[in-house]
């Protein structure tokens, strides 16, 4: 099958091997399947995603993903919604014909494989994808396959969103939130705040399309940090209720900038991916006796609950669709990306 292949820091369109489904797996035709920022950065930065992958899995032995070899060839993208075309054995979730969305998770004799990030399970970025049958759910009719694949980005907003304080029932009304940075995942943090409850989003980034789509996507307030400060906007709009600072941007200084803004007694959520090492003065935090916790990916629950609000209009991702290309435009969508004006959420469209 023809594929966007990862080899040597470049993006390179080949034939790959198709994968035969085994025991408990389908195998599926790609519909569509989203660029995610951790993929721009592990073009150029492999070997660091591969370090630290090592280092995070470590405890969970057997359970951890198998970490991929950078040398080898990889087919990225695991945002994707997919149509199955023929199930292995022991398989009694999907058939032939379902349009799905699937945690990009594989499990095999072997282990168990991140999807878009493994040398033996392509991703989305190729013709035809590889699944576990007890990880996909069907896309409910009549949702687009387009707007199924953002399924898995906007279950990241949700996860960090019921992982902070705001996450108890009943709690959101009850909090602000302050998301910094509007990219996919700052934008999904705040469509997940606004569906919980949250009656006061500030959303601060400095560009004006991103903050844009952060107003379209439920943010209450929108502000360019470089003329106010999204901590001193909420306290012109609101100023009262305990609050959330979301850190959704992942560079170097933002995290000791959210400590150092942060209200005595709030909670700093992190969940932009900062690859690099940072610095940050603990005193600051001590002194203010602020919460600060880390997230990542989501559940299955999570997964679910964000399908079915995109398939019931609950949860409109339309507005962040703003490209799609076929395999021979990956490349030039990877650099396109680099600019926040141009895009949010591209699309790689396989027979496109």
Partial sequence: MRAAVMRGGELVVDEVPDRAPGPGQVLAEVLACGICGSDLHALHHADELVEMSTVTGAELGPMAPKVFDPARDVV????????????????GN???????VSLPIVMDAGGIHAVG???????????????????????PNGLDP????????????????????????GAAPRHAAVVLGCG?????????????????????????????LAATMGATEVVDPREEGAVAAWRRVDGRRPVVLFEAVGV????????????????VLVVGVCMQPDTLRPMIAVGKELNLQ???????????TTLRRIAEGDLDVAPLLTGEVGLDGVADAFEALADPEAHAKILVVPDG
């Fill in 184 to 212: 996919p995942v700052g934008l999904a943090v705040i469509a997940a705040a606004r569906l919980a409850g949250c009656e006061s989003v500030v959303a601060a980034d400095l560009s004006p399309a991103r903050r844009a």
């Fill in 252 to 267: 170097p200084g933002m995290l000791d900038a959210c400590l150092t803004d942060a209200p005595r007694g709030s909670q």
């Fill in 117 to 139: 990030y493994s040398n033996e399970y392509p991703g989305g970025y190729g013709e035809r994808i590889v699944l576990s049958d007890m990880l996909t759910m069907k896309v």
């Fill in 146 to 169: 387009r707007h199924a694949a953002l399924t898995e980005p906007m279950a990241v907003g949700l996860h960090a969103v019921e992982s902070s304080r705001m996450g108890a029932e």
């Fill in 294 to 304: 880390f997230v990542l990916g989501y559940d299955p629950a999570q997964f679910g």
């Fill in 94 to 100: 999907s058939e032939p014909g379902d349009v799905v």
């Fill in 76 to 91: 990225m993208g695991h945002e994707f919604s997919a149509r199955v075309l023929e199930v292995g054995d022991n398989v």
